[in-house]
Protein backbone atom coordinates (compact mmCIF):
# COMPACT_ATOMS: atom_id res chain seq x y z
CA UNK A 1 0.00 0.00 0.00
CA UNK A 2 1.36 3.67 -0.75
CA UNK A 3 0.75 5.32 2.20
CA UNK A 4 1.38 8.61 0.17
CA UNK A 5 -1.46 8.04 -1.27
CA UNK A 6 -3.28 8.38 2.34
CA UNK A 7 -2.41 11.09 3.26
CA UNK A 8 -3.20 13.93 0.76
CA UNK A 9 -1.60 16.93 1.91
CA UNK A 10 0.75 17.85 5.07
CA UNK A 11 -1.07 19.14 8.21
CA UNK A 12 0.78 22.23 8.28
CA UNK A 13 -1.34 23.93 10.61
CA UNK A 14 -1.46 21.18 13.37
CA UNK A 15 2.44 20.31 13.13
CA UNK A 16 3.44 24.35 13.46
CA UNK A 17 1.35 24.48 16.58
CA UNK A 18 3.37 21.62 17.82
CA UNK A 19 6.62 23.02 16.30
CA UNK A 20 6.58 26.64 17.71
CA UNK A 21 6.35 25.31 21.22
CA UNK A 22 10.37 24.35 20.77
CA UNK A 23 10.54 28.18 20.57
CA UNK A 24 13.26 27.51 17.33
CA UNK A 25 13.76 31.49 16.83
CA UNK A 26 14.93 32.98 13.38
CA UNK A 27 17.59 34.34 15.92
CA UNK A 28 18.66 30.66 16.33
CA UNK A 29 18.91 30.37 12.70
CA UNK A 30 20.94 33.44 12.28
CA UNK A 31 23.21 31.75 14.22
CA UNK A 32 22.92 28.57 12.83
CA UNK A 33 23.64 29.87 9.37
CA UNK A 34 27.23 31.44 9.66
CA UNK A 35 28.27 27.70 10.81
CA UNK A 36 26.35 25.90 7.64
CA UNK A 37 28.74 25.42 5.54
CA UNK A 38 31.06 23.80 8.25
CA UNK A 39 28.54 21.66 9.16
CA UNK A 40 27.46 20.89 5.44
CA UNK A 41 31.20 19.86 4.91
CA UNK A 42 30.68 17.13 7.37
CA UNK A 43 27.93 15.90 5.38
CA UNK A 44 30.02 12.51 4.10
CA UNK A 45 31.24 11.58 7.05
CA UNK A 46 28.28 11.98 9.00
CA UNK A 47 26.62 9.51 5.33
CA UNK A 48 29.60 6.96 6.16
CA UNK A 49 29.03 6.94 10.00
CA UNK A 50 25.37 6.92 10.09
CA UNK A 51 25.76 3.81 7.29
CA UNK A 52 27.92 1.76 9.12
CA UNK A 53 26.12 2.11 12.44
CA UNK A 54 22.82 0.84 11.01
CA UNK A 55 24.79 -1.64 8.91
CA UNK A 56 25.87 -3.74 11.79
CA UNK A 57 22.33 -3.75 12.94
CA UNK A 58 20.96 -7.21 11.49
CA UNK A 59 17.38 -5.79 11.26
CA UNK A 60 18.62 -2.75 9.62
CA UNK A 61 21.38 -4.51 7.33
CA UNK A 62 18.40 -6.21 5.43
CA UNK A 63 16.28 -3.43 4.48
CA UNK A 64 20.05 -1.65 3.56
CA UNK A 65 20.69 -4.73 0.84
CA UNK A 66 17.27 -4.17 -0.07
CA UNK A 67 16.11 -0.85 -0.89
CA UNK A 68 19.83 -0.22 -2.43
CA UNK A 69 23.41 0.21 -2.59
CA UNK A 70 25.67 1.40 -0.36
CA UNK A 71 26.75 4.43 -2.21
CA UNK A 72 22.64 5.30 -3.11
CA UNK A 73 22.13 5.15 0.44
CA UNK A 74 24.84 7.53 1.68
CA UNK A 75 24.19 9.60 -1.11
CA UNK A 76 20.43 9.84 0.64
CA UNK A 77 21.55 10.60 4.28
CA UNK A 78 24.50 13.19 2.82
CA UNK A 79 21.59 15.02 1.16
CA UNK A 80 19.34 14.92 4.26
CA UNK A 81 22.02 16.20 6.42
CA UNK A 82 22.60 19.08 4.07
CA UNK A 83 19.24 19.77 3.90
CA UNK A 84 19.02 20.05 7.70
CA UNK A 85 21.35 22.86 7.58
CA UNK A 86 20.60 24.65 4.26
CA UNK A 87 16.52 24.34 4.07
CA UNK A 88 14.34 27.51 6.04
CA UNK A 89 11.89 26.11 8.22
CA UNK A 90 8.93 26.77 6.00
CA UNK A 91 5.99 24.23 4.53
CA UNK A 92 8.87 23.03 2.03
CA UNK A 93 11.14 21.68 4.48
CA UNK A 94 7.61 20.30 6.41
CA UNK A 95 6.52 18.42 3.75
CA UNK A 96 10.01 17.17 3.16
CA UNK A 97 10.42 15.32 6.52
CA UNK A 98 6.76 14.50 6.45
CA UNK A 99 7.03 12.48 3.26
CA UNK A 100 10.20 10.64 4.64
CA UNK A 101 7.92 9.73 7.76
CA UNK A 102 5.47 8.24 5.15
CA UNK A 103 8.33 6.85 3.41
CA UNK A 104 9.45 5.07 6.56
CA UNK A 105 5.58 3.07 7.11
CA UNK A 106 5.92 1.75 3.25
CA UNK A 107 9.19 0.06 3.86
CA UNK A 108 7.89 -1.24 7.44
CA UNK A 109 11.06 0.36 9.53
CA UNK A 110 10.07 0.04 12.81
CA UNK A 111 10.01 3.63 14.39
CA UNK A 112 12.22 2.58 17.05
CA UNK A 113 15.34 2.55 14.57
CA UNK A 114 13.89 5.75 13.64
CA UNK A 115 14.47 7.64 16.86
CA UNK A 116 17.87 5.95 17.30
CA UNK A 117 18.61 7.17 13.72
CA UNK A 118 17.81 10.95 15.23
CA UNK A 119 19.95 10.07 18.10
CA UNK A 120 23.10 9.26 16.35
CA UNK A 121 22.25 12.89 14.20
CA UNK A 122 22.45 14.62 17.77
CA UNK A 123 25.63 12.89 18.89
CA UNK A 124 27.28 13.28 15.74
CA UNK A 125 26.52 16.75 15.56
CA UNK A 126 27.40 17.18 19.21
CA UNK A 127 30.76 15.55 18.73
CA UNK A 128 31.91 17.53 15.86
CA UNK A 129 31.13 20.60 17.31
CA UNK A 130 32.97 20.06 20.54
CA UNK A 131 35.85 19.04 18.76
CA UNK A 132 35.64 21.90 16.09
CA UNK A 133 34.66 24.71 18.46
CA UNK A 134 35.10 26.28 21.95
CA UNK A 135 32.76 25.03 24.48
CA UNK A 136 31.10 28.63 24.27
CA UNK A 137 30.01 28.55 20.53
CA UNK A 138 29.96 24.76 20.79
CA UNK A 139 27.05 24.99 23.47
CA UNK A 140 25.34 27.46 21.66
CA UNK A 141 25.16 25.78 18.48
CA UNK A 142 24.19 22.77 19.87
CA UNK A 143 21.50 24.64 21.88
CA UNK A 144 20.01 25.25 18.02
CA UNK A 145 20.88 21.76 17.10
CA UNK A 146 18.91 20.48 19.48
CA UNK A 147 15.65 21.95 18.88
CA UNK A 148 16.20 21.85 14.92
CA UNK A 149 16.59 17.87 15.40
CA UNK A 150 13.44 17.81 17.80
CA UNK A 151 11.38 19.55 15.30
CA UNK A 152 12.60 17.10 13.02
CA UNK A 153 11.38 13.98 15.75
CA UNK A 154 8.33 15.87 15.84
CA UNK A 155 7.37 16.26 11.97
CA UNK A 156 8.40 12.32 11.15
CA UNK A 157 6.95 10.76 13.80
CA UNK A 158 3.94 12.55 13.37
CA UNK A 159 3.57 11.46 10.21
CA UNK A 160 4.56 7.96 11.11
CA UNK A 161 1.92 7.54 13.52
CA UNK A 162 -0.84 9.42 11.44
CA UNK A 163 0.07 6.48 8.55
CA UNK A 164 0.11 4.03 10.83
CA UNK A 165 -3.52 4.70 11.99
CA UNK A 166 -4.37 5.71 8.58
CA UNK A 167 -3.93 1.82 7.36
CA UNK A 168 -6.30 1.15 10.19
CA UNK A 169 -8.62 3.60 9.86
CA UNK A 170 -9.23 2.81 5.86
CA UNK A 171 -9.49 -0.70 6.58
CA UNK A 172 -12.47 -0.03 9.01
CA UNK A 173 -14.11 2.44 6.55
CA UNK A 174 -14.47 -0.30 4.36
CA UNK A 175 -15.80 -2.39 6.37
CA UNK A 176 -18.15 0.01 7.43
CA UNK A 177 -19.20 0.86 3.66
CA UNK A 178 -19.53 -3.30 2.72
CA UNK A 179 -22.38 -4.12 5.35
CA UNK A 180 -24.17 -0.62 5.22
CA UNK A 181 -25.72 -1.55 2.08
CA UNK A 182 -26.77 -4.94 3.27
CA UNK A 183 -27.99 -3.73 6.79
CA UNK A 184 -30.40 -0.69 5.40
CA UNK A 185 -31.67 -3.55 2.65
CA UNK A 186 -32.60 -6.21 5.93
CA UNK A 187 -33.91 -3.37 8.19
CA UNK A 188 -36.25 -2.00 5.51
CA UNK A 189 -37.39 -5.33 4.36
CA UNK A 190 -38.30 -6.39 8.31
CA UNK A 191 -40.03 -2.87 8.58
CA UNK A 192 -42.23 -3.82 5.77
CA UNK A 193 -42.79 -7.21 6.89
CA UNK A 194 -43.57 -6.20 10.72
CA UNK A 195 -46.10 -3.38 9.08
CA UNK A 196 -47.54 -6.49 7.62
CA UNK A 197 -48.13 -8.32 10.96
CA UNK A 198 -50.67 -8.18 13.67
CA UNK A 199 -49.05 -6.45 17.01
CA UNK A 200 -50.48 -9.41 19.19
CA UNK A 201 -48.38 -12.10 16.86
CA UNK A 202 -45.35 -13.31 18.47
CA UNK A 203 -43.67 -12.57 15.34
CA UNK A 204 -44.55 -8.84 15.84
CA UNK A 205 -42.05 -9.07 19.18
CA UNK A 206 -39.51 -10.55 16.98
CA UNK A 207 -39.32 -8.34 13.96
CA UNK A 208 -38.76 -5.47 16.47
CA UNK A 209 -36.22 -6.81 18.13
CA UNK A 210 -34.24 -7.83 14.80
CA UNK A 211 -35.04 -4.29 13.95
CA UNK A 212 -33.66 -2.98 16.89
CA UNK A 213 -30.47 -4.72 16.36
CA UNK A 214 -30.08 -3.68 12.65
CA UNK A 215 -30.97 -0.09 14.15
CA UNK A 216 -27.83 -0.30 16.12
CA UNK A 217 -25.88 -1.79 13.53
CA UNK A 218 -26.72 1.80 11.49
CA UNK A 219 -26.26 3.83 13.93
CA UNK A 220 -22.39 1.93 14.36
CA UNK A 221 -21.69 2.31 10.54
CA UNK A 222 -22.88 6.28 10.96
CA UNK A 223 -20.31 6.85 13.94
CA UNK A 224 -17.11 4.91 11.93
CA UNK A 225 -18.15 7.04 8.92
CA UNK A 226 -18.03 10.15 11.55
CA UNK A 227 -14.49 8.86 12.90
CA UNK A 228 -13.18 8.54 9.59
CA UNK A 229 -14.06 11.57 8.31
CA UNK A 230 -12.72 13.38 11.74
CA UNK A 231 -9.57 11.42 11.51
CA UNK A 232 -8.99 12.42 7.80
CA UNK A 233 -9.62 16.06 7.55
CA UNK A 234 -7.35 18.46 9.22
CA UNK A 235 -8.92 20.77 11.93
CA UNK A 236 -9.38 24.43 11.24
CA UNK A 237 -9.51 26.26 14.08
CA UNK A 238 -11.25 29.65 14.72
CA UNK A 239 -13.57 31.25 17.39
CA UNK A 240 -17.00 29.13 18.29
CA UNK A 241 -19.49 29.74 20.48
CA UNK A 242 -19.95 26.94 23.10
CA UNK A 243 -23.74 28.25 23.78
CA UNK A 244 -24.54 27.85 19.73
CA UNK A 245 -22.65 24.16 19.37
CA UNK A 246 -23.87 22.80 22.34
CA UNK A 247 -28.06 23.73 21.85
CA UNK A 248 -27.74 22.66 18.59
CA UNK A 249 -26.84 19.65 19.61
CA UNK A 250 -29.17 18.88 22.02
CA UNK A 251 -31.83 19.94 19.47
CA UNK A 252 -30.11 17.05 17.23
CA UNK A 253 -30.57 14.44 19.56
CA UNK A 254 -34.28 15.55 20.64
CA UNK A 255 -34.72 15.48 17.17
CA UNK A 256 -33.80 11.83 17.53
CA UNK A 257 -35.82 11.00 20.12
CA UNK A 258 -32.94 10.55 22.65
CA UNK A 259 -33.55 13.46 25.25
CA UNK A 260 -37.25 11.66 26.12
CA UNK A 261 -37.76 11.20 29.86
CA UNK A 262 -34.58 13.37 30.37
CA UNK A 263 -34.05 16.61 31.90
CA UNK A 264 -31.27 18.38 30.71
CA UNK A 265 -30.17 21.83 32.33
CA UNK A 266 -28.00 24.22 30.20
CA UNK A 267 -25.35 26.84 32.93
CA UNK A 268 -23.04 28.49 30.74
CA UNK A 269 -21.12 31.31 32.38
CA UNK A 270 -20.78 34.65 30.27
CA UNK A 271 -17.04 34.43 31.12
CA UNK A 272 -16.53 30.95 29.29
CA UNK A 273 -19.02 31.71 26.18
CA UNK A 274 -16.37 31.13 23.23
CA UNK A 275 -13.59 28.63 22.73
CA UNK A 276 -10.94 27.80 20.16
CA UNK A 277 -11.45 25.08 18.15
CA UNK A 278 -12.79 23.37 14.54
CA UNK A 279 -16.55 24.11 14.77
CA UNK A 280 -17.40 20.53 12.73
CA UNK A 281 -14.89 18.52 15.55
CA UNK A 282 -16.94 20.60 18.55
CA UNK A 283 -20.36 19.67 17.46
CA UNK A 284 -18.84 16.03 16.94
CA UNK A 285 -17.62 16.33 20.96
CA UNK A 286 -20.86 17.64 22.30
CA UNK A 287 -23.04 15.57 20.66
CA UNK A 288 -21.36 12.35 21.79
CA UNK A 289 -20.14 12.87 25.36
CA UNK A 290 -23.87 14.34 26.03
CA UNK A 291 -25.75 11.37 23.94
CA UNK A 292 -23.25 9.29 26.74
CA UNK A 293 -24.67 11.34 29.71
CA UNK A 294 -27.83 11.00 28.75
CA UNK A 295 -28.00 7.13 27.86
CA UNK A 296 -26.12 6.46 31.42
CA UNK A 297 -29.14 8.73 32.88
CA UNK A 298 -31.79 6.68 31.71
CA UNK A 299 -31.38 3.73 34.48
CA UNK A 300 -32.11 6.75 37.35
CA UNK A 301 -35.91 6.86 38.12
CA UNK A 302 -35.76 10.71 37.47
CA UNK A 303 -32.87 10.78 34.63
CA UNK A 304 -30.85 14.26 34.55
CA UNK A 305 -28.07 15.56 32.64
CA UNK A 306 -26.27 19.31 34.14
CA UNK A 307 -24.20 20.92 31.40
CA UNK A 308 -22.03 23.99 32.82
CA UNK A 309 -19.66 25.71 31.91
CA UNK A 310 -16.75 28.05 33.60
CA UNK A 311 -13.56 30.35 33.03
CA UNK A 312 -10.29 28.30 34.45
CA UNK A 313 -7.24 29.81 35.92
CA UNK A 314 -5.34 26.33 35.85
CA UNK A 315 -4.49 25.60 33.13
CA UNK A 316 -4.32 29.37 32.06
CA UNK A 317 -6.89 30.45 29.26
CA UNK A 318 -8.83 27.91 29.29
CA UNK A 319 -12.63 26.66 29.38
CA UNK A 320 -13.75 24.05 31.12
CA UNK A 321 -17.02 21.84 30.26
CA UNK A 322 -18.67 19.94 33.25
CA UNK A 323 -21.30 17.58 31.81
CA UNK A 324 -23.21 15.49 34.71
CA UNK A 325 -25.45 12.68 34.88
CA UNK A 326 -26.99 10.88 37.88
CA UNK A 327 -26.95 7.63 36.03
CA UNK A 328 -24.87 4.71 37.64
CA UNK A 329 -21.69 5.44 39.18
CA UNK A 330 -19.02 5.00 36.65
CA UNK A 331 -16.32 2.09 37.83
CA UNK A 332 -12.64 3.69 38.27
CA UNK A 333 -11.71 -0.20 37.04
CA UNK A 334 -13.75 0.37 33.76
CA UNK A 335 -12.69 4.20 33.13
CA UNK A 336 -9.52 3.15 30.73
CA UNK A 337 -12.22 0.93 28.97
CA UNK A 338 -14.78 3.50 28.20
CA UNK A 339 -12.49 4.96 25.50
CA UNK A 340 -11.65 1.96 23.38
CA UNK A 341 -13.84 1.27 20.32
CA UNK A 342 -16.51 -0.97 19.96
CA UNK A 343 -16.55 -1.10 24.16
CA UNK A 344 -20.13 -0.21 25.58
CA UNK A 345 -22.03 -0.92 28.47
CA UNK A 346 -25.60 0.02 27.33
CA UNK A 347 -27.42 -2.19 24.96
CA UNK A 348 -28.26 -0.03 22.21
CA UNK A 349 -24.52 2.05 22.32
CA UNK A 350 -22.09 1.72 19.27
CA UNK A 351 -19.18 1.69 21.89
CA UNK A 352 -17.82 4.44 19.50
CA UNK A 353 -19.40 7.73 21.09
CA UNK A 354 -16.49 8.34 23.62
CA UNK A 355 -13.65 7.08 20.93
CA UNK A 356 -15.25 10.04 18.45
CA UNK A 357 -15.20 12.22 21.19
CA UNK A 358 -11.55 11.81 22.41
CA UNK A 359 -10.21 11.94 18.59
CA UNK A 360 -12.06 15.58 18.32
CA UNK A 361 -10.52 17.01 21.63
CA UNK A 362 -7.21 15.52 20.74
CA UNK A 363 -7.62 17.36 17.34
CA UNK A 364 -8.12 20.22 19.11
CA UNK A 365 -5.67 19.92 22.22
CA UNK A 366 -8.46 19.25 24.76
CA UNK A 367 -8.68 17.45 27.78
CA UNK A 368 -11.00 14.94 29.42
CA UNK A 369 -11.57 13.39 32.54
CA UNK A 370 -14.47 11.45 33.85
CA UNK A 371 -15.23 11.22 37.53
CA UNK A 372 -17.43 9.34 39.56
CA UNK A 373 -19.52 11.42 42.15
CA UNK A 374 -20.47 9.16 45.16
CA UNK A 375 -24.13 8.18 45.50
CA UNK A 376 -24.90 11.03 42.43
CA UNK A 377 -23.65 9.82 39.50
CA UNK A 378 -20.67 10.78 36.96
CA UNK A 379 -19.17 14.11 35.40
CA UNK A 380 -17.39 14.28 32.27
CA UNK A 381 -15.33 17.24 32.27
CA UNK A 382 -13.91 18.88 29.05
CA UNK A 383 -10.90 21.07 28.69
CA UNK A 384 -10.96 23.60 25.66
CA UNK A 385 -8.53 26.60 24.68
CA UNK A 386 -10.50 30.26 25.41
CA UNK A 387 -10.56 31.97 22.20
CA UNK A 388 -10.13 35.38 23.08
Known sequence: MKYKALIAATPHQSLQILTDKLKLLEDDLLVLRSH????????????????????????????????????????????????????????????????????????????????????????????????????????????????????CILVETSAYIEAT???????????????????????????????????????????EFLISSTSRCEDMIEDINAYVEMFQREASLEQCMLETI????????SA????EGVKVELHLSPDARFVRGDPVDLRHLFYHVIENSVEAAYVAKSPYVSIKSFRQEVPPHTVRVEVFNNGEVI??????????????????????????????????????????????????????????
Open 256 to 259: REKL
Open 331 to 388: NLTNISDVFSPFYSTKPKGSGLGLSIARLALRKNFGEMDIEPIPQEGTRVSLTLEKAD
Open 36 to 151: RDFFIGKKGEFAEFFYEFFHDIPETRILLDHFGKPDVMKLTWATWFERLFRAELDSNFTSYLWRIGLKHVEINLDQRFTSLGFSLVRKFCHRTAVEAFTPQVALEILRIVDKLVDS
Open 165 to 207: VRCDVEILKGIADKIRNPVTIIGGNLRRLQRRTDPKDSLYRDY
Open 246 to 253: IENMLERL
